[in-house]
Each structure stands twice: as C-alpha cells, then as structure tokens.
C-alpha cells in the first residue's frame, strides 16, 4: 500500500486537486482547414484539500479541518497522487511560495506551518482598522 502525506493549504478556500494529461485536439482555422494542438484534461480523482476560511456563523455541529499557522490541514492524502500533481503544477504560484506544501509526518507538516515562511498569501480579509495604504487616501468627507 502506498503511503500517505499530509497536506497543509494557506489558501483560504481550499483546493480541488486533480492529475492532467495533454490530448490532441483539432480546431478550424479562418480561412478553412484545421489545426492541431494540444490541451491538458483533467481525469482520476479529486481531492479537496482544506483552507484556512471558517464560516463566521455556522448553523448546526459544523466539524472543521485541523488548523495549524494559518494553514488547513488535509491528512491521508496519497502520496503518490500528490508527488504526481506537485511535478504537473511546480509553477503555480501557491506552490512555488509554500502556501500548498505536504510532509509524511503530522508534526513536520505542523512544525512547517507554524514556522510561517510563506507569510500571507494575499486572500485573507482586510482589517477594517488596518486598511492598506491605496484605501486610507480616500477620506471619509470626500465620499460621496
């Protein structure tokens, strides 16, 4: 049996991961005839991995993903799957910056979260007293 990871997502809502293959497809060019070229389709299982994001009011006994450093956290995730997806997505920009990161062992994926390397990732909601500095040039008599 193949091993598992756990997967830590600092994106708030979360992930749909899937594997891809390129198909060859053939579209028709102005002028008449077609072309042929490549595109990625997605096949196999999804995974959804957790975010960080908690609803403000939830209604009933609502169960949450652990949360570590601002990271949800997705246990038992194949690990052979997600090597796979890693290798087809090394370019996404969550990747590439450590927001979607993964480790055999809970406590070194716990241990990496909580190092918060990765800082924000940009999603998160804004402080209404803390406004970034292209809102604070507005002031509040000059709305209209």
Request: proline share 8%; glycine share 12%.
């Given at each position: ?36 070229f ?16 908690r609803p ?5 006994e ?16 194949d690990?052979?799957?997600f ?61 209209r």
């Amino acid at each position: 049996m193949p091993g598992t990871v756990t997967v830590a997502c600092k994106l708030p809502h979360g992930l749909v991961l899937q594997e891809q293959r390129m198909t060859k497809r053939t579209e028709p060019v102005m002028g008449g005839g077609y072309r042929e070229f490549e595109q990625a389709e997605r096949f196999g299982k999804k995974i959804m991995l957790a975010g960080s994001a908690r609803p403000v009011n939830p209604e009933g006994e609502v169960e949450f993903a652990p949360m570590v450093g601002g990271y949800g956290l997705t246990p038992n995730v194949d690990k052979d799957f997600f090597e796979r997806w890693l290798a087809q997505n090394a370019e996404l920009d969550a990747v590439k910056n450590g927001f979607i990161f993964a480790a055999e062992r809970d406590d070194t994926v716990k241990g990496r979260a909580r190092e918060g390397k990765a800082g924000p990732c940009g999603l998160e909601p804004i402080n209404p007293r803390n406004l970034p500095a292209e809102f604070q040039a507005v002031k509040p008599d000059e709305r209209r």
